[in-house]
């Protein structure tokens, strides 16, 4: 009797429908409330500039110095518009998301941590499946494997050597301190080193300095890994193609993600220019108890170019004692960051959210 109430219950939280296509191009005013939810975000920080992407206007999300959010901590600013819920897919089922956007305004080369300026979260997840991300002055986008994060495209340097960083800080066990320690060590130096060449080159030997290229000398690599406790020597030269994050601890760990890069393209700047993003995703799991059992799927092009596909385990694994209503992922967007100074404008265009891309909207030619 019991397994068949477990049954009916499970048959219940599948029974959501298909997505509602949506779409946006925020030419009409105020904000659509029937489309958003407006409940991470302050009536102040919000407003609308014109000319859009294409048409008459676009929605523009501010945060200022004196900004905290609803629902965020006092070193926390937050400022999110939400798709409503009648709009959100039944977890699991392939949808297609395209939307503009560019960034304004105050966005330190280093110092810019943990800010996230768009997501998809799905149930159970902690950290959102998928961002994008605006890091220490990179634009880039991340997905989740359970509570390890993986980069999948950004905006600037080598698709390869993304990769084969991250597959160095998977051999790292994630509870070892002194190594989390280190390759925070590491990162300071390697940002440091971008960012004020002239402080590092006084300060720190050349040969120092080397380790931390591509193709640098590997005993001079050996002795910095091992005054940092690093087993792996090769960290440190590779190191730098993913010094830019934030946390850098949520990469170590295996992940179940295959990353499918195209052609060594990188994403867009969106600080020099509106953005053209779309995104196909279809959510899964290979050990989800219940909800869709079998890889994620996810593929991404910005401004008409494919970037790269991914494959996996995306997301929060689904447990048979936690049950949770198989919806979403929702799609969110505007600023969540650690507090920074300055005036951070992050402008939104053209949003459209189908079951297929013949379903989105057409986007206008010019940019």
Known sequence: M?????????????????????????????????KWTTQEIFPEQMGFIAPGRCGFSAIEIITRDGDNGIKCEDDCQRAEL??????????????????????????????????????????????????????????????????????????????????????????????????????????????????????TDEFFTEDLLKTLRPNSNPAEGKKLSETLGLNDSSLVSQFSALSFVAEPEKYFGNANIEIIPEANRALPDPSKGWVDMMYRIKPGRTDNEYGPKGKGEIDIWADGQKIVS????????????????????????????LRIP??????????????????????????
């Open 2 to 34: 019991r397994r068949r109430i477990l049954c009916l219950s499970f048959a219940f939280l599948a029974g959501g429908s298909s997505a509602k296509d949506l779409q946006d191009s925020f030419d009409s005013g105020p904000l659509n409330t029937s």
């Open 82 to 199: 939400r798709t409503a819920k009648a709009s959100w897919p039944s977890f699991g089922d392939e949808t297609w998301y395209a939307f503009s956007f560019r960034i304004k305004g105050d966005v330190p080369p280093s110092g810019s941590a943990r800010s996230v300026i768009g997501q998809w979260k799905g149930p159970g997840d902690h950290s959102p499946m998928i961002a994008q991300r605006f890091d220490n002055g990179v634009f880039h986008i991340t997905v989740q494997d359970n509570e390890i994060r993986r980069v999948v495209a950004k905006a600037e340097g080598d698709p390869d050597r993304l990769v084969a960083a991250q597959n160095l800080l998977a051999k790292l066990d994630p509870h070892d301190e002194r190594a989390v320690s280190a390759v925070k060590s590491l990162q300071s130096l390697d940002l440091l080193a971008k960012t004020q060449p002239g402080l």
């Open 342 to 367: 300055g005036t951070f404008s992050f402008q939104f265009d053209e949003f459209s959210q189908a079951s297929s891309k013949d379903g989105l909207a057409p986007l206008c030619s010019a940019h």
């Open 310 to 337: 991914v494959r996996g385990n995306l997301g929060a694994t689904l447990k048979k004692d936690t049950p949770l209503a198989l919806e979403g992922p929702y799609f969110k967007f505007g600023t969540y960051r």
